[in-house]
């Protein structure tokens, strides 16, 4: 093998990497085997040229320095960037680098978070849903301000009324205003997460899409239910216990 990569590529490589240029060593490209460095400078491809004869990779030019770095002198990237390196690694097929960074304290909190997210059935969509809302609605919205209400309910009690509707829809009755249904619902889930540390997890997502944002616990679901007159026991009103949240997305600040 060795003697094909000598054959087709001189010792010194000239590199064209998403239109941004590098000057390296045959032997710094080959140095870990089993990536995609290396097999494209193994004599076994056909590696295209740009116009000035150099060798053309599709990839992200300005990141391209920390994966010639880590050839080199097996050095990582700093650590605030390390996450949008760790693509470029996966990317190359540099396992070792990858699972380097996969150490770094802000990447094995970004594993924990979403491992975190994995235990609420729709999380994902539901983060979605809540900024489409706010997308489709930003045109119409005078105000300095949008809220929405979300409901969480962390597990879903067995009704004592057989009339009571389990798949009711969640409201909120605030006093002299009109009842008014809340836009999404989460829930159950099987960990003891609260329903304020899913709410919390909500709104830390939310501001690292770059929202502006408040939340706040606003009461229980207003949703009831009267026995019927035939109730074997005493009459009794059952409430559904679902908490609501509201989260406000302040446009001025």
């Not at 003697?3 to 060593?25: D, Q, R």
């Not at 710094?28 to 590696?47: E, H, P």
């Not at 080199?72 to 690694?89: S, T, V």
């Not at 997210?117 to 300095?144: C, D, H, M, W």
Request: hydrophobic share 30%; net charge positive.
């Amino acid at each position: 093998m060795e003697g094909s990569v000598e054959k087709k590529f001189p010792p010194v490589i000239e590199l064209n990497v998403g239109g941004k240029h590098y000057t390296t060593t045959l032997l710094t490209l080959v140095k870990c085997k089993d990536t995609m460095l290396a097999a494209m400078f193994s004599g076994n491809y056909d590696v295209k040229k740009d116009q000035h004869g150099r060798y053309f990779i599709d990839a992200d030019g300005e990141n391209f320095h920390y994966i010639l770095n880590y050839l080199r002198y097996g050095e990582l990237p700093p650590k605030e960037i390390a996450p949008k390196i760790y693509r470029e690694a996966a990317y190359f097929g540099l396992q070792r680098m990858v699972e380097e960074l996969e150490k770094h304290p802000s990447f094995l909190a970004r594993i924990h978070r979403e491992s975190f997210r994995a235990q609420f059935p729709g999380y994902t969509k539901l983060v979605n849903s809540i900024i489409n809302k706010i997308y489709q609605e930003s045109s119409k919205n005078t105000e300095t301000i949008s809220s929405i209400m979300v409901t969480l309910f962390a597990k879903d009690k067995k009704p004592k009324l057989e009339t009571f509707d389990k798949n009711h829809w969640c409201t909120m009755k605030a006093r002299n205003k009109k009842q008014t249904k809340v836009d999404f619902i989460l829930g159950p889930w099987t960990s003891r997460t609260t329903e304020k540390e899913v709410m919390d997890c909500i709104a830390y997502d939310l501001k690292e899409r770059g929202f502006n944002l408040t939340k706040e616990a606003i009461g229980q679901c207003s949703y009831k239910c009267d026995s019927p007159p035939d109730y074997p026991g005493e009459a009794t009103v059952e409430n559904c216990p679902k908490a609501i949240y509201k989260i406000t997305f302040h446009w001025w600040k």
